[in-house]
């Protein structure tokens, strides 16, 4: 028999929490990281407090993801110094620079649309320790549930990409199939209102994400 490997497992970030326990239970159903919006203009958009809350009740190993939107780098540094951050997220038009500046691991959100040209990007952010695929908007910057046409990812970026944008626990599955990622984010699709995350979707998500991993691996 063929050993599995590299063996498949979908990495699940699992984004807009505000409440400490909903956060929990999303790594106790097998979430690896969590995001917390640090966005003003966001429904999910978090103060210090909240955010320290939420990171106190979490296991060691669960990632905590600090997202930001075109922010000054002093606030950024700011919310560094308070909240246990392990991973930035930059969703906005954020130069290789200025995501360099912080002396953490970042994953740089790219707002897929048709003209873009994602090895280009890849290539001018070559310290980022992935890519977030999320769905381009003209009136807001992400967490709106959009979807962008999958088949845009090339082949040989699989293993750099976060898939994100308008992901449900009914179409992960088709997307994982498609786009082969190294891992999956997802806001609005396991809510139950805007930063309520729904237990019951959320379990649904992961449940979806094994059955995919399991499959590649037998197969
Ligand atoms: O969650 C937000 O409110 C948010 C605000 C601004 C930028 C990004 C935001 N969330 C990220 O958006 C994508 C897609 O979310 P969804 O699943 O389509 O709702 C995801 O990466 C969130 O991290």
């Not at 280009?120 to 381009?136: E, T």
């Amino acid at each position: 028999m063929k050993f599995p490997y590299p063996f498949r497992r979908t990495r699940v970030k699992i984004c807009g929490f505000t409440r400490p326990d909903d956060a929990l239970t999303s790594v106790q159903l097998g979430a690896d990281a969590i995001g917390l919006v640090f966005y003003p203009p966001s429904p999910r958009t978090l103060d210090v407090e909240t955010a320290r809350n939420i990171v106190s009740v979490l296991p060691a190993f669960a990632t905590v993801v600090g997202l930001f939107v075109d922010e000054d780098e002093s606030v950024v540094r700011k919310i560094l110094e308070q909240v246990r951050i392990d991973l930035i997220q930059f969703h906005g038009e954020e130069t290789p620079d200025y995501c360099r500046r912080f002396g953490k691991p970042y994953i740089k959100a790219v707002r897929m649309r048709s003209e873009t040209d994602l090895e280009s990007v890849v290539r001018a952010y070559p310290d980022a320790a992935g890519f977030l695929l999320d769905a381009w908007h003209p009136d807001v910057k992400g967490g709106a549930g959009h979807r962008f046409d999958w088949n845009m990812v090339p082949k040989e970026l699989r293993q750099s990409v976060i898939l994100a944008g308008g992901l449900t626990p009914e179409n992960v599955g088709e997307a994982l199939r498609t786009v082969g990622p190294y891992a999956v984010d997802v806001s609005s699709g396991v809510e139950a209102g805007k930063g309520i995350k729904d237990a019951g979707k959320m379990a649904a998500f992961l449940e979806q994400v094994h059955e995919y991993d399991h499959r590649a691996n037998i197969d």
